[in-house]
Structures are given as C-alpha cells and as structure tokens.
C-alpha cells in the first residue's frame, strides 16, 4: 500500500511539474522565433536596444532550463529558482504599468506554483 501511494504521489508531483511549467515552455518559440520582435519590445519599455537583446537571450536560457530542471524533478528546486528570477521582473516591467490584471494574476499564481516547488 505504501509502495502504490509513493507511486501515485509521484506520478502526480510529475504531472503537476509539467504543468506548472507548460506556459514557459509556451513561451520560448515566439522569443526564438520572432527575436527581434520581442527585443523591439522589451525596448519600448525604456531598455537600451543591446541589453534588451542580451535579456532575451537570459530569458530563453532561463526558459529551457527552469523548465527542464522543474520536470525532471531532481533539480526542481534550482528550476524553480531559475524561473523565479524570470518570472518577478518579466511582471514587474511588463504587467505592472499599466497594470494588467489577468497576466499579474496568472503569473502570480505561477510564482506561488514555483515557492511550492522550492519549499518541497
């Protein structure tokens, strides 16, 4: 019985990882794809246009590994970190002026998805 409901537990912890980092995954092929889009934008909000690039580049690296370390589930708790910091400032420069309220909430439920990652 204590075997089954470890089992079950982490077939469970396994799909709520892949989950919770199902909408960064959804991210990453628009910033790949449409790079210079997405550095026009991130630099309309008052980022030099080199910078906005070398944050790109930061955010898809932090994409693809949070994401890979958050499923695998043996570095889950870097993951979680790692999408953390893409997370908060991604919120704070794109969704608080003007204040967006459906992608604040959504994303901080994502944050409060990856603080229970971490504390587990």
């Excluded at 079950?8 to 912890?13: A, E, G, H, N, V």
């Excluded at 953390?84 to 944050?111: C, K, S, Y």
Aim: glycine share 6%; charged share 15%; with cysteine.
């Amino acid at each position: 019985m204590g075997i089954l409901n470890l089992r079950r537990q982490d077939i469970l912890d396994f799909i709520a990882r892949i989950c919770i980092s199902a909408i960064f995954i959804n991210a990453i092929p628009i910033k790949i794809t449409r790079f210079s889009n997405v550095v026009e934008f991130i630099s309309s909000r008052g980022i030099a246009e080199p910078l906005s690039a070398f944050l790109l580049v930061v955010s898809i690296i932090f994409l693809v590994s949070g994401s890979i370390l958050v499923i695998s589930g043996k570095y889950q708790k870097i993951g979680s970190i790692i999408l953390l910091a893409f997370i908060i400032p991604t919120t704070i420069i794109f969704h608080m002026d003007p204040f967006e309220t459906r992608a604040v909430l959504m994303n901080l439920g994502l944050i409060g998805g990856l603080l229970l990652i971490y504390k587990r």
